[in-house]
Every structure is written in structure tokens, then in C-alpha cells.
């Protein structure tokens, strides 16, 4: 799944997930629409939102059926959440009643923040996103080191890397990524998801892949990465995302949001 922006021009093809409001605040531009893609392209959530002025607002958030419970609602309101106050709005309103709404309604109390109500609406400020809050997802995302993997589990990661157009080194595990900081996350007897870091002067996350059902369990893998590499390395070390993984670089956006920019590689964060 990939974080992408929806423009005014595209939003016909989105028109029937709205509330017929939030359609004509989208489609005359003011307000900012962003999907989730699936490897095929198909959206699979949509989020409407405004950040103007000293509020972000969230206008209407939307998940697939086949898609819900697997915490995508959560990432996209955090990630909102986390933009909102980069872009220097200090509080969140949710723009809709949501006492009637229970899956609404339970996905803004599991997010532990304090909501005041105001009329049938919610407000809250927005601070930094504590990447604590991403429990969850790093609970299921801790996966193990690649340099427990056994010889046939390092075979599936060469199987993986060449089907996704990698360069596939036998000795892969060795030569280029660290051993406890890369991880391997296996289900059912299958690869799921990987998180492979390069080591050197600095620390990269060279590639970031899961199994799009395992979707949910991405900005856990870069916060458990993060975590781990704090207590492994030098505070100033800087942990680098950006070109080689788009989907990293992406989640680095949302998750990150300290992360600075660079010239070489999109972003970058000192890990202390
Ligand atoms: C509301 C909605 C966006 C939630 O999306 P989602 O991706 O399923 O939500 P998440 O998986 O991130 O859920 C986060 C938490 O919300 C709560 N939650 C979500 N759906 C729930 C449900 N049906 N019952 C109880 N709790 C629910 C849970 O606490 C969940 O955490 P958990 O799975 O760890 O227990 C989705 O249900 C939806 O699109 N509903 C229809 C459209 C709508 O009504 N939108 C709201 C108005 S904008």
C-alpha cells in the first residue's frame, strides 16, 4: 500500500465514497483528498481533510470493508495528524458527528488523545505524533533479526529481492545489511514482510516490502528499526530513507516528520 495525494482532476473517481460536502470542497480545491493504493493501483482508503489557518480539519475518512480493522484508519488520521501540526496547525477537528459512528468513534479513543467535544463535533491539539503511539503496529511488527534467518528463510529473501528487480546476493546477509537492525517478519510459513537497513558511516533503509495484506505493520517495522538502532549505535548516528524505497520515504513523511531533507537521499534523522 502507498500513501498518494488525490487531485481536484481526479476526484470523479472517488465521488461516490463522499458525503456530497466534502465532494464539492474536494473537487473545488479546498480540500485535500489522499488514498491508499494497493499494488494494483485500486484505492483502498480515502481521507478528505483541510489544513488551514491554525486547525486541520479531517472531513470524512473512508476504508474499504475488506480493508477495515487492519489499523489503516488509524495510520491515515495519524499521519494527518503528524502533517497537520508540520504544517503549523496546532489542533485536530473531526468535522462530522462520530457519536453514532462506532468504528469511528472507537478509532479516535484508541488513539489516547484528549478530544473536547463541541456540540456533535471533537477537537483536540495537535502535538508532536509520538511515534509511541504506534504500539500496535510494532507489536506485530517486531518480526526477527536477518541474521537469525536460517539458509532456506535466506533463500526466500533472494526470491524476494529478485522478483521485486533487487540484486540478490548470495551472501547478502554478511556483506551489506546489519544483521539485527535488517528484520524478517514470517506468518504461516511465508515471508511477509522485510525491512533490510545497509550499515556504514551511516545507517539506510535500502528496502522496505511486505505483503500487501501486511500492510499495517510498515511504520511499525521503521519504529521497531529506529528503536533497535538507538540502542546499538552512536546517538548521532542518522538513519537515511528516501529514493532507493519510495514506500519508505513515504512513511518516513508521515512517521518521521523530524526527519530533514538531503541532497543524496530524501531524509534523514539522527536516530538519538
Ligand atoms: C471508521 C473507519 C475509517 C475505520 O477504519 P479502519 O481502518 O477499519 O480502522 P483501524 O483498523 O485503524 O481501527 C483502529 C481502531 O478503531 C477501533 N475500531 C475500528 N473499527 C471498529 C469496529 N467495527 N468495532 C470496534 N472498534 C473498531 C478499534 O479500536 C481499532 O483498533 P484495534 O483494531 O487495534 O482494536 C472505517 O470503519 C470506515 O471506513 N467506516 C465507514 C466510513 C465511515 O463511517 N467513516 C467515518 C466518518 S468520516
Known amino acids: 500500500m502507498t500513501i498518494c495525494s488525490i487531485g481536484p482532476g481526479q476526484i470523479e473517481s472517488v465521488r461516490e465514497m463522499f458525503p456530497h460536502s466534502v465532494y464539492w470542497q474536494a473537487r473545488t480545491g479546498l480540500a485535500d483528498v489522499f488514498g491508499l493504493q494497493d499494488d494494483n493501483g485500486v484505492l483502498q482508503a480515502v481521507m478528505a481533510a483541510e489544513v488551514r489557518g491554525l486547525a486541520t480539519r479531517l472531513l470524512w475518512l473512508w476504508v474499504a470493508p475488506d480493508y477495515r480493522r487492519q489499523g489503516l484508519g488509524r495510520m491515515m488520521l495519524l499521519t494527518l495528524m503528524a502533517n497537520g501540526h508540520d504544517a503549523g496547525t496546532n489542533r485536530l477537528e473531526l468535522d462530522f458527528p462520530v457519536d453514532d459512528n462506532l468504528e469511528m468513534f472507537s478509532l479516535m479513543v484508541g488513539l489516547n488523545v484528549p478530544f473536547r467535544q463541541i456540540g456533535s463535533l471533537y477537537a483536540t491539539t495537535l502535538g508532536q505524533v509520538d511515534l509511541s503511539r504506534l504500539e500496535g503496529h510494532v507489536r506485530q511488527a517486531v518480526g ?29 546477509v554478511a556483506q551489506c545489511y546489519d544483521p539485527d537492525l535488517s528484520r524478517l517478519f514470517f ?60 514506500s519508505a520515504s513515504r512513511l518516513s513523511d508521515a512517521f518521521l516528520p523530524n526527519a530533514k531533507k538531503t541532497l543524496v537521499f530524501q531524509y534523514r534523522i539522527p536516530i538519538g
Not at 148 to 172: F, I, N, T, W, Y
Open 144 to 172: 526477527f533479526p536477518l541474521g537469525q534467518a536460517d539458509p532456506l528463510q535466506r533463500k526466500e529473501v533472494g526470491q524476494v529481492l529478485r522478483s521485486q528487480q533487487m540484486p540478490a546476493h548470495p551472501e547478502l
Open 187 to 246: 506468518r504461516d510459513g511465508a515471508l511477509r514482510a522485510m525491512l533490510l537497513i545497509e550499515a556504514g558511516a551511516h545507517l539506510c533503509v535500502s528496502y522496505l516490502w511486505c505483503d500487501k495484506e501486511w500492510s499495517q505493520i510498515l511504520p511499525g517495522l521503521l519504529v521497531c528499526c529506529l528503536r533497535a538502532a538507538r540502542e546499538r549505535y552512536p546517538a548521532d548516528t542518522e538513519l537515511y530513507t528516501g529514493t532507493i524505497a519510495e
